[in-house]
């Protein structure tokens, strides 16, 4: 029953450096979503892929790339780390739009980049 | 305006009291709309769902939704201390197509003290 599972779960970056967050979900769910939350400012969509082989930008793309690597697995890439990349990233997933889907999140990463 | 509003609290009830969280929405034509909670430092978790004009109850949650206000409300009888957290107000709008992208509210921090 591991659902949403997103790696790591702590990071400390310097500014310019790289890095990617993993998230893979054993669900079966077709759409897969990332999502940042600063305080103050909920949860906000950065990129998404409604199913394999798609993604498509949310809310607040710039500085982030997504590679939907298979039908489990979503990941969120940070080129060069700023800043204001600090924040707490959580990966979800949801099975076909239609009455109460919902979402599945996973326990997310906290990411502070100095 | 942002897509989805909530006053971001925090809302303080004694034990055994009814909580009311309020939501209010842009997008008319939205389909589903969704509560999460959220814990100090944990990952959202889905309590509630509806899309059909009217209330909907689970145990102590009640969820109230009025598509021609554009206003969606949770209620939580016989308040706990255990009910103190973060609450996420969750909207699929019509612009998210096919997809199951939801807009999240800010979230209101309820208190619950005993």
């Known amino acids: 029953n591991a659902g949403v599972t997103q790696t790591p779960k702590f990071q400390v970056l310097k500014t310019g450096q790289s890095m990617t967050l993993q998230c893979a979900q054993d669900m079966n769910h077709n759409s897969m979503y990332w999502y940042r939350q600063d305080p103050g400012m909920g949860l906000r969509l950065i990129y998404y892929s409604a199913s394999e082989g798609t993604t498509d930008k949310g809310e607040v793309p710039n500085g982030y790339n997504v590679s939907r690597l298979n039908k489990r697995e979503f990941s969120l890439r940070l080129e060069s780390a700023a800043p204001s990349q600090t924040s707490v990233y959580f990966c979800a997933s949801s099975g076909p739009p239609g009455v109460g889907y919902g979402y599945t999140f996973g326990s997310g990463t906290r990411l502070t980049v100095v | 305006q942002k897509e989805v509003e909530q006053n971001s609290g925090p809302l303080s009830v004694p034990e055994g009291a009814i909580a009311s969280l309020n939501c209010t929405y842009s997008d008319r034509g939205s389909q589903s709309f969704f509560w999460y909670r959220q814990y100090s430092g944990k990952s959202p978790e889905l309590i509630m769902f509806?899309?059909?004009?009217g209330d909907k109850e689970d145990g102590r949650f009640t969820a109230q939704l009025n598509k021609a206000s554009q206003y969606v409300s949770l209620l939580i009888r016989d308040s706990q201390p255990s009910d103190s957290a973060t609450y996420l107000c969750a909207v699929n709008p019509v612009s998210a197509g096919n997809t199951g992208k939801l807009i999240f509210g800010q979230g209101t921090t309820l208190q619950v003290k005993p």
């Open positions: 509806i899309y059909s004009n």
